[in-house]
């Protein structure tokens, strides 16, 4: 659907563009492809590193938090019959408070807004405009109207690839 969706765009935006430009111009397009830029530029490297860093570190909070709840619970199931009805009830509200507790912190860790995404944002920011100038140095230098991203084509020639540039634009920003 969302691919569908991009190539009407790209094929309604590459429409306009060729409407606008003067008959005797040539429309350059170009593509990237963006996973490889992903995979052989170093600063994703280094962000993917550093966000596996924190979501390990994450995961072992929750599992510390959930090793709690099990051993709380055991220890409950163990002397449930030995202790008053007051007892009970204070240790099995202690018990939900745990479980609360720990959905509130994976949320406030995995879910929207939650610290793993303003973590990967946080990291990609400055990666992905650095990843933009050099796209738009490409394009300007190339004379390219447009420069689509590989994974919202249906088709393209080869030829229209333009990532090894756009990495070498990369390498010469360090």
Not at 24 to 44: C, G, H, N, P, W
Not at 104 to 125: C, N, V
Not at 141 to 160: G, S
């Amino acid at each position: 659907m969302r691919r569908t969706l991009i190539i009407v765009l790209a094929a309604g935006l590459l429409a306009a563009l060729s409407a606008s430009t003067a008959p005797a111009q040539e429309l350059k397009v170009a593509f990237v492809d963006f996973q490889r830029v992903q995979t052989e530029y170093a600063d994703f490297q280094f962000a993917q590193t550093e966000f596996d860093k924190d979501v390990e570190q994450w995961k072992e909070e929750l599992a510390g938090l959930e090793e709690e709840i099990i051993q709380t619970e055991a220890e409950y199931e163990k002397q449930k019959l030995l202790l008053s009805e007051d007892k009970r009830t204070e240790r099995e509200t202690e018990i939900t408070n745990k479980k609360i507790q720990y959905q509130q912190l994976s949320t406030q860790i995995l879910g929207p807004g939650g610290r793993a995404d303003t973590r990967q944002k946080a990291l990609l920011e400055g990666i992905l405009k650095k990843v933009n100038d050099a796209m738009a140095l490409v394009a300007s230098r190339e004379n390219y109207a447009v420069i689509f991203e590989k994974a919202a084509l249906a088709y393209a020639q080869e030829k229209l690839d333009v990532t090894d540039k756009i990495l070498q634009e990369l390498e010469r920003m360090q």
